[in-house]
Each structure stands twice: as C-alpha cells, then as structure tokens.
C-alpha cells in the first residue's frame, strides 16, 4: 500500500501564497490519479485539483482555478499544489489522495494521507 504524506501547510496572511507537497512512499503507477481535497470544520470534504499521472491532464474546482495550480514530480513521486491569492474561505485541512478515476468523487480514491492544515488569515 502507497504512503502519502503531505507537508507543507501553515499559516498566511489573505492574498498570500503557500506550497503543498505531497510525497508518496511507493511507485505511483502510470494510470494513478492524485488529486487534492480539503475538509474545513464542520463541512463535507470538498475536492479541490487532480492531475494524471501519466499525461498530467489536471482539472480544477471552480474555487480555485486561476489560483491553484496542481504539478507533479514523476521521479520523485511527489505532488504539489501551488495556492496563490489565497482566501480566508480556503482555510481547511488539504489532504493527498491517490486513486485510478478521473474523478472529482472523493469516493474514487482509495489512498489518503493524513492531511495538512492550511490557515488563511483575513
């Protein structure tokens, strides 16, 4: 079973910018999609980017595209989720998922990480 662990949460100031990574302990096979999702307290668990593994082929919530961007590292397996111009709304536990569904359905992912808490102060 694949390992995924994030890092790279914290706090920041509203309109600045943090960078997640997260890092897998296994190979990640070539038809994997990982994506990000968040969960901010006392709502469900929202999808937020993905991207294949294979191709890189991404797609975005409607919340952060412009903002966010979703990248890989194949020789590393790593993935990363660049948060420009954040929102205090954006506030939220992110959380790694690894699954093989081009899917924004947090239910088509079966690997998890532990997750990252990311706070955006207004």
């Known amino acids: 079973q694949v390992q995924l662990v994030e890092s790279g949460g914290g706090s920041v100031q509203t309109g600045g910018s943090l960078r997640l990574s997260c890092a897998a302990s296994g190979r990640i096979y070539s038809s994997s999609v990982m994506g990000w999702f968040r969960q901010a307290p006392g709502k469900e668990r929202e999808f937020v980017a993905l991207?294949?593994?294979?191709?890189?082929?991404?797609l975005y919530s409607d919340s952060v595209k412009g903002r966010f961007t979703i990248s890989k590292q194949n020789s590393e397996n790593t993935i990363f989720l660049q948060m420009d111009s954040l929102k205090a709304e954006d506030t939220a536990v992110y959380y790694c998922?690894?699954?093989?569904?081009?899917?924004?359905?947090?239910?088509?992912?079966?690997?998890w990480g532990q997750g990252t808490q990311v706070t955006v102060a207004s």
């Open positions: 998922a690894r699954g093989s569904q081009y899917s924004s359905n947090a239910r088509d992912y079966f690997n």
């Open positions: 991207i294949r593994w294979h191709s890189g082929s991404t």
